[in-house]
T-cell receptor
Framework: AQSVTQLGSHVSVSEGALVLLRCNYSSSVPPYLFWYVQYPNQGLQLLLK??????LVKGINGFEAEFKKSETSFHLTKPSAHMSDAAEYFC????????????FGTGTQLKVEL | ETGVTQSPTHLIKTRGQQVTLRCSSQSGHNTVSWYQQALGQGPQFIFQ???????GRGNFPPRFSGLQFPNYSSELNVNALELDDSALYLC????????????????FGEGSRLTVL
């Protein structure tokens, strides 16, 4: 079975500050890992994905994440927050050969303050 | 390129009724997945359809059923609605079954928000 844990249901940062959203995963087989973003009243949009290639993954809107097997982590970062980054962020895991069944975390609401 | 579209966007039902939600997949995508997102929670996998057949199901009772049509569009049907079925229902499409070589990257619609009173 696979699962993800997102630490912190709400994170608040100042505009221009570093964004760090935490995700730890559990998987009995090599995982695929994803970060999705959800803006109010919208569906989910893929930010980035890890599929066993490079451990540092760059995504859209300046976000990146690093896969650390030893720590079973896949934290999402952005060097400088922008007001438009305010949204809910979901970490998700699927297993190799698992098709399209994603297991999502409970989400982290990011607030960006002036 | 047309993205994933869902209808209706909002609907209200009463306990015991039945509901049908519809999804048009993104052009070129032959796989459709449905997810339920309760308020304050992450999406939960309901089932997936590939070439008109169910291909994977999450922990949902049989009163949740679906269909996929030859044009790859899909329906989610929920019978005997319960209050806990109130949620945002998300449809996602992908360009393939994404099996052993796949990555599970999904393209989501904006969802259908169901309220059960």
């Amino acid at each position: 079975a696979q699962s993800v844990t997102q630490l912190g249901s709400h994170v608040s940062v100042s505009e221009g500050a570093l964004v760090l959203l935490r995700c730890n995963y559990s998987s009995s087989v090599p995982p695929y890992l994803f970060w999705y973003v959800q803006y109010p009243n919208q569906g989910l949009q893929l930010l980035l994905k890890y599929t066993s290639a490079a451990t540092l993954v760059k995504g859209i809107n300046g976000f990146e994440a690093e896969f650390k097997k030893s720590e079973t982590s896949f934290h999402l970062t952005k060097p400088s927050a922008h007001m438009s980054d305010a949204a809910e962020y979901f970490c998700a895991v699927s297993r190799t050969g698992g098709g399209n069944k994603l297991t999502f975390g409970t989400g982290t609401q990011l607030k960006v303050e002036l | 390129e047309t993205g994933v579209t869902q209808s209706p966007t909002h609907l209200i039902k009463t306990r015991g009724q039945q509901v049908t939600l519809r999804c048009s997949s993104q052009s070129g995508h032959n796989t459709v997945s449905w997810y339920q997102q309760a308020l304050g929670q992450g999406p939960q996998f309901i089932f997936q359809y590939y070439r008109e057949e169910e291909n994977g199901r999450g922990n949902f009772p049989p009163r949740f059923s679906g269909l996929q049509f030859p044009n790859y569009s899909s329906e989610l049907n929920v019978n005997a609605l319960e209050l806990d079925d109130s949620a945002l229902y998300l449809c996602a499409s992908s360009p393939g079954l994404a099996g052993a070589r796949g990555t599970g990257e999904l393209f989501f619609g904006e969802g259908s928000r169901l309220t059960v009173l």
